[in-house]
């Protein structure tokens, strides 16, 4: 059976070595050793300047949202995971949604201006499979009409823009340490920002609003990362650049063994530094991948309809209203298996049920 990830295991013993620690400290959450040595250490390797570890990587934009003090509306994609569009319910704003470029995949900053109202107050936007959004323009628009900007980048581990993190755009980006991810923490996440105000206030509240053991700077919840995750990432780190050197020769295979198919790939933004997250593939139309999505089931292959469906429609969260590009781009798109241990022949295997 291949999947459309694989998570990567670290050698046993060197999560061990970590583990040992644990043991050693007597000390298993509230921020100990090994947490606190994780996010330095991704701090160096990122090139940012604040990064806090969270137990997933929804909460840092619940919480972002809550320590703006953002309402009304929020303007989004929605060509993203549904926890970028339930984040913004779950905090009691309305996600005003903006079609896709139907290139990048990503929020079309040419048409945000447009649905701005007077209730605006943020603009959410993701970086597409690591795919940066337009982050110059948006935020002339931010400046423009006074907007506070989150950018959801749960695949963007390792990404740079114009020679930096892509994390160092916006007011505050988030990712995902989740299992599926390049860099993992079995589960996590984290945000990332240069405002110290915007940290000082985000971090107590994704600690029950702590000042000290008694006393609270305000309201907050519990975010908090354990060191059993910690160690998996400090296991997994030094490993990374592996990883993302066997993902690019997978999707150098990928393209080769597809460039005679009609599928269409992902465009990657111009100046962008990528880290090979997924690889998606758009298809002709939704029954072409029904098609291919069942040859390959079939011999136990399964990739993922991903992002899919298109969040303006998942009308049990929001009020529908058509996005043309998203909903198309969404009904036609596949990422294929891939992860640092897949191999030619798998790869070969696959496309050649495209065929």
């Known amino acids: 059976m291949i999947n459309v990830t694989k998570t990567f295991f670290p050698p046993l013993e060197e999560y061990n070595a970590q583990l040992k620690r644990i043991w050693q400290n007597q000390w298993l959450t ?33 919480i972002a949202i809550k320590a ?11 060509f993203s995971y549904v926890a970028t569009t339930s984040s913004i319910v779950w905090e009691g704003c309305k996600p005003v949604f903006v079609d896709i470029d139907p290139e990048y995949l990503t929020i079309d900053e040419n048409k945000i201006e447009a649905a701005i109202t007077p209730n605006a107050s943020a603009i959410l936007a993701t970086h597409v499979f690591g795919n940066p959004c337009n982050v110059e ?30 994390f160092n755009y916006g007011d505050v980006s988030t990712c995902s340490f989740h299992a599926t991810k390049i860099f993992h923490t079995g589960e996590g996440g984290c945000w990332i920002t240069n405002n110290n105000d915007l940290q000082h206030e ?46 690019r020769k997978a999707i150098e295979y990928y393209k080769f063994f597809l460039k005679d198919t009609d599928v269409k790939f992902l465009k990657i933004r111009d100046e962008t530094e990528w880290n090979y997250h997924y690889f998606p ?7 072409d991948l029904l098609k291919v999505k069942d040859r390959l089931n ?5 990739p993922r309809r991903y992002f899919y469906p298109s969040l303006n429609s998942i009308e049990e969260i929001v009020d529908y209203k058509h996005m043309p590009y998203s909903e ?28």
């Open 30 to 62: 509230n921020r100990g050793e090994l947490v606190q040595e994780l996010e330095g250490k991704l701090i160096d390797y990122l090139g940012v300047k604040n990064l806090t570890l969270t137990t997933n990587g929804t909460l840092p934009i619940q």
């Open 68 to 78: 703006f003090g953002l309402s009304g509306e929020i303007i989004t994609t929605p």
């Open 137 to 166: 323009r948006i935020a002339e628009i931010a400046k423009k009409h006074n907007l506070k900007v989150i950018y959801d980048a749960a695949h963007c581990f390792g990404v740079k823009y114009k020679g930096q993190s892509i």
């Open 202 to 247: 985000m971090f107590y509240r994704h600690n029950f609003g702590h000042n000290g053991q008694t006393d609270f700077f305000g309201l907050g919840i519990n975010a908090k990362i354990s060191e059993l995750q910690a160690a998996m990432g400090l296991a997994v780190l030094p490993h990374i650049q592996k990883i993302v050197k066997s993902r």
């Open 281 to 287: 593939v758009i298809l002709k139309s939704e029954s």
């Open 298 to 302: 079939k011999v136990g292959i399964f």
């Open 328 to 355: 198309s781009v969404a009904s036609r798109i596949l990422c294929l298996p891939l992860s640092d241990a897949i191999h030619k022949e798998e790869i070969m295997t696959i496309c050649q049920l495209f065929i």
